[in-house]
């Protein structure tokens, strides 16, 4: 009777052993190839994205590279089942300088495309992407708060998001790389993009040259699809009773534009 009863206990322990194992593997495929969930740390991607922000990506939009893989194994290199990417996608992608760190920023130009901004306003081709002004926009940048305008800025494709703007001119006499209202002609190499924050005045992107600049196309993770949670930090951690109130309820599983 013991020895029954130990054998049964034995089987239960290797079919739950079993079933974590099984949902640790599919956990991994489909973080893998379908969907993977991030979180918004910055204010870089403001108005569209605020930090708090939590979304899933899609790993299939682009194809797969390495970083499509949990530490991104150098197994190949490019893109397998490859789809290019569109202008005005939201996409996170792995940081040029370490292949490591995870960025999240718009598409705005493709190979090919010469990319300028010029009084604070941004050039494709020597194009103007025309922006139309939707009043002010308040912000708290680390406890800061600040009013800034907000526009809605349409892509050559016709893709249509809004943006923030302190200033079209130099930023208060920061010491830069680029003055980032007023950059040189930057033409996108053969397999990379150029993606710039939505939040202009406060974003490390394709401008800086020094920092993130052109982003391989390899390095694409996925596109940013929609949110599923969003919480604000209005109140301290340990008001528990204020936690609901923190949810912004307005913002879940909506789409990524």
Same mark, same amino acid.
């Given at each position: ?15 739950? %052993? ?22 918004? &740390? ?15 990506? =899609?790993?299939? =939009? ?12 150098? +197994?190949?290199?490019? !893109?397998?089942?490859?789809? &290019?990417?569109?202008?005005?996608? /939201?996409?996170?992608?792995?940081? &040029?300088? @370490?292949?490591?760190? @995870?960025?999240?920023?718009? %598409? ?22 025309? !922006? ?14 600040? /009013? /800034?305008? $907000?526009?809605? *800025?349409? +892509? ?11 200033? @079209?001119?130099? *930023?208060?006499? $920061? ?6 209202? #007023? ?22 992107? =394709? ?11 390899? #390095?694409?993770?996925?596109?940013? *699809? ?6 604000? @930090?209005?109140? &301290? ?15 879940? +599983?909506?789409? /990524?534009?």
């Amino acid at each position: 009777m013991a020895a029954a009863k130990a054998h049964r206990t034995q089987n239960v322990w290797v079919e739950n %052993i079993k079933t974590i194992v099984y949902a640790g593997l599919i956990a991994v495929v489909v973080r893998t190839v379908a969907f993977e969930p991030f979180n918004i &740390p910055s204010g870089s991607m403001i108005p569209t994205l605020l930090v708090g922000d939590y979304l899933f990506v =899609s790993k299939y =939009s682009y194809g797969y590279s390495r970083f499509s893989m949990p530490f991104a194994p150098n +197994l190949f290199s490019g !893109r397998i089942f490859e789809s &290019p990417p569109k202008r005005g996608d /939201v996409a996170v992608f792995k940081y &040029p300088r @370490d292949n490591s760190t @995870d960025y999240i920023k718009r %598409i705005v130009g493709l190979p090919g495309d010469r990319v300028q901004v010029r009084q604070g306003q941004l050039y494709i081709n020597g194009q103007v992407a025309p !922006r139309q002004s939707q009043g002010n926009y308040e912000t708290n940048d680390g406890g800061i708060r600040k /009013v /800034v305008r $907000r526009y809605t *800025e349409s +892509l050559p494709n016709g893709s249509k998001h809004d943006i923030l703007k302190e200033t @079209d001119g130099l *930023e208060g006499g $920061r010491r830069l790389d680029v003055d980032p209202n #007023n950059t040189p002609e930057y033409t996108v190499p053969a397999g990379h993009v150029f993606a710039m924050g939505d939040n202009r005045d406060n974003s490390a992107d =394709s401008r800086y040259m020094n920092g993130v600049g052109f982003v391989p196309i390899e #390095n694409l993770v996925g596109r940013a *699809e929609f949110l599923f949670f969003s919480v604000g @930090d209005k109140y &301290p951690w340990w008001q528990f009773w204020q936690w609901p109130f923190e949810i912004r309820w307005s913002r879940l +599983l909506s789409a /990524v534009r």
